[in-house]
């Protein structure tokens, strides 16, 4: 089980590679919010979001001979790229699985990141486990996976570690951090980060209405889905549940979830761009909008939200930015 | 004259202020330029730009008393919300002197940044200058000008102060340094700055075409303007002529100036959005333009752009990402 050990210890091995992102603010969200808002940047960490925290971590916790076989992630984004360039970086092979309806962007940008793409057929039923599990027992690589992965974990709590040291340079040691929630991995790691270092920064779980899956899961004290529609704006944190390593630690830790609109996560888009110089993609406002338009729902006090990636597609970026 | 005592005395005054703005890179602009390309983030800096840091170099090295009558800028862009924003901090007032003509947007930015605006008609003849020495007489306030000025360079040089110890902390002491140039207050600044502590690195002043004014006066060996038309996509840089305190910097240490198109500036910007997850604006853009696309102009070995400024027309920056 991911502790305040593993975190330190994965951000000993992350020096010097994983990038501190800076904790931005800016006085027009500020005066917006009616508080401070503190936002860290994790899209500008490599690959444009948090999951390199976590594939570095875990790839560098492999033991040499293990991580020279390889490893593999099922994902058509984030995490992907994110175990991608990791693999690349420790010159060892990664294998990711995706759908072969998977835009063409994302397998090229994860190809050009050094992994070999294996796109198995998702509407003729073919099951990348069967595919994954093939390529751990024939090759001996290590499957990562996107969350339920106490490494990885661990590797999203460096962004807690940062937050912490960050929010006490700015001389907030009190406040509420909203963090964007899927699988629950970057809220896990967040909160046993500042359960250590900051126990009076307190972590609220935030995601777009109608799949609030943690946020059900929270008010019912057990794992529980959200019954929502399979496609929405915020792709990157759109899972049916939330972890079974993940919630254990988000219902011991973490205040109530907290629920956006599309609409007001498309604003947070827009305001991280005109006032914070940042592209972030829509999972990765959901925190923000939380921020800027949810404070009735907020303890009093400066508020610290993470945002968490910035791969937008391209077209659809420029149609939120135009208004639409 | 600014010297590296200046810059070292506007670093000391900056600090816990001014940000220290990330050095980022990608894999993909490495691979586009065929070289290592490092960013330097200062669409990040207070105020969206690098102006923030020679506003408040010159706000905070003025005696307390003077200071405390406030500041004047001529400007209707990033150094007037620079001063305004550095002005505010200090508890002193600011007033920033505008065309009448200004985009609403950008008043309004200076105004909420705490600056008091003073409009005056440009078609009807009115003079700022004029509006400017009536306050500094009457009210004894003092101008801050936008380039010409040793504390204004003085502070743009500690850029190029983070830039080195970066650089170095990324193995790089040898390669060149683009900067976005309009009357080379940055570049001054930052070659200053490089001269003392990397002199491995050489700086490259980058313009668009037709604005030429510093390329043409670095061949001529003196001040010389570019002749082009008033208006042009990037609008923050572009200067008539090289300051008078600024070019003999330039003509000392400066290698020949880069001409880029408007084509290779958009290019850049969507580039800058799609793989460093930043907002840059036309004449942020410029450096990054040259970096990638005119690789043969450039010596060998890796290279280093500012990315200057990212307060982009919000309308404009959506036509743009859209490949308009």
Redesign the interface.
Known sequence: MTDIAMIEAAAARAAGVV?E??L?SS??LD?IAGRPVLAK?E??QHT?SFKFRGGWSAVSALDARTRAKGVIAYSSGNHAQGVA?AAALHGVPAIIIMPRDAPALKIE?TR??GAEVVLYDRAGGEKREVIGDRLVADRGMTLIRPFDDGQVIAGQGTCGLEIAAQAALAGVTDGTVLTCCGGGGLTAGIALALEAKAPGLRVRPVEPEGFDDTARSLAAGERTGHGAPEAGLCDAILTPMPGEITFPVLKRLCGPGIVVTELEVKEAM?LA??R?????EPGGAVALAAALFHGSALDDGPVICTLSG?NAD??L???I??GG
Chains 1, 2 share one sequence.
């Open positions: 990038r992102t800076p931005l006085p027009f005066e940047a899209v500008l444009g360039r940008n050009a990141l827009r761009a005109l914070l110089k940042l592209v972030v910035g391209p077209e970026y420029a149609e930015l135009s």
